[in-house]
């Protein structure tokens, strides 16, 4: 579904995290955030000049 809107599946993550696991959050944030930098701009949707 996701690559039928032009956004990469890496983009999307899911994770069962509880309210008492802060530690297991912060590390989820982190590897989220690290490999969707690792893919760049998404450059479909930048919309262009002139």
Not at 2 to 26: Q, V
Not at 31 to 42: D, F, H, M, Q, R
């Amino acid at each position: 579904m996701m690559e039928h809107m032009g956004i990469e599946r890496d983009r999307l993550h899911f994770s069962w995290i509880s309210s008492a696991e802060a530690g297991k959050f912060i590390d989820v944030v982190h590897s989220v955030t690290e490999s969707v930098k690792a893919l760049g701009p998404i450059n479909k949707f930048v919309k262009k000049a002139g």
